[in-house]
Nanobody, 115 residues
Framework: VQLVESGGGLVQPGGSLRLSCAAS????????MRWYRQAPGKGREWVAT????????NYADPVKGRFTISRVNAKNTVYLQMNSLKPEDTAVYYC?????????WGQGTQVTVSS
């Protein structure tokens, strides 16, 4: 199983970024996918989940209404569209695949929101 995140970077407050997570090594369309984040000096925090099939989504309260999780099963990819970014969104963002007996994680992508 491999998860590779991309799309992070430096953005000004109020800006947008789209993160991508390319998955391989398992039947992507059969599993929910999640995004987490970890800010400096803090624990890892759940951000959003998308199920499959069906694409039902759930969001943590701090990002609700600003972030959108989506997936394209034909591309084995899950996305996180982040709008109206705030300095408190600064963190390393991780893709997560809960595959029954264990979870798999990507290496993370840094998002920094600063003027």
């Amino acid at each position: 199983v491999q998860l590779v995140e991309s799309g992070g970077g430096l953005v000004q407050p109020g800006g947008s970024l789209r993160l991508s997570c390319a998955a391989s090594g398992f039947t992507f369309s059969s599993y929910a996918m999640r995004w987490y984040r970890q800010a400096p000096g803090k624990g890892r925090e759940w951000v959003a989940t998308i199920t499959s099939p069906g694409g039902t989504t759930n969001y943590a309260d701090p990002v609700k209404g600003r972030f959108t999780i989506s997936r394209v099963n034909a591309k084995n990819t899950v996305y996180l569209q982040m709008n109206s970014l705030k300095p408190e969104d600064t963190a390393v963002y991780y893709c997560n695949a809960p595959l029954g007996l264990r979870d798999y994680w990507g290496q993370g992508t840094q998002v920094t929101v600063s003027s």
